[in-house]
């Protein structure tokens, strides 16, 4: 069975973030809170909200217990998100003359693969478009962080979006 098809796996991150910012549930506040602090992996995994995330991605075909740094990272910058936005964080960032976020942040930013400097880089980011973003599509994005990612950020920065291949047409042109 593949875990593609057992649940989307942004759509549940999305229904996971609204919980965590409904201010009318007093739990969520303090792990909210708690996640927007945390420091690193072990900080965010010792938050119960995380392990609520990792069972209902775990649910869905998801279990993220084999990526741990990666689970953190999800709740640690999602934790950042203050609006769920149609454009993804890239767009946001590289929207305007001038860009909200430098292409000197952007370059160092798309070239991190550590998952704590990733989240450092991206909570800069966020607080620079004003803590909006495409909640769903970053947590994917979060989830994986390949070159193929990190490709698809910089067409999106540099407004190239349209001009990006789709990947059935990538990969239909490679079996030719």
């Known amino acids: 069975m593949s875990t593609e098809t057992s649940g989307d796996f942004g759509t549940i991150c999305l229904g996971w973030w609204r919980g965590l910012t409904d201010p009318s549930i007093g739990r969520s506040r303090a792990d909210l809170a708690r ?10 995994l010792a938050i119960r909200a995380v392990h609520d995330l990792n069972r209902k991605l775990a649910a869905a075909g998801h ?28 767009q946001r960032m590289g929207q305007g003359d001038p860009k909200p ?23 800069r980011a966020l607080a620079v478009v004003g803590q909006g ?5 970053l947590a994917q994005d979060l989830r994986w962080w390949t ?23 990538m990969s239909e042109e490679s079996e030719a």
């Open 101 to 123: 976020f430098s292409e000197i942040r952007f370059d160092r930013l798309i070239r991190t693969r550590d998952p704590a400097e990733l989240a450092t880089q991206l909570r």
């Open 63 to 90: 279990d993220m217990r084999s990526a741990p740094d990666r689970l953190a990272l999800i709740a640690m910058v999602l934790a950042q998100v203050k609006e769920h936005t149609g454009p993804r964080l890239a």
């Open 133 to 137: 973003a495409n909640v769903a599509r």
């Open 147 to 169: 070159d193929a990612t990190r490709a698809s950020w910089c067409f999106d920065y540099y407004g190239a979006s349209q001009a990006a291949p789709e990947t059935e047409q």
């Open 35 to 44: 996640l927007k602090r945390a420091g690193g992996a072990v900080d965010a």
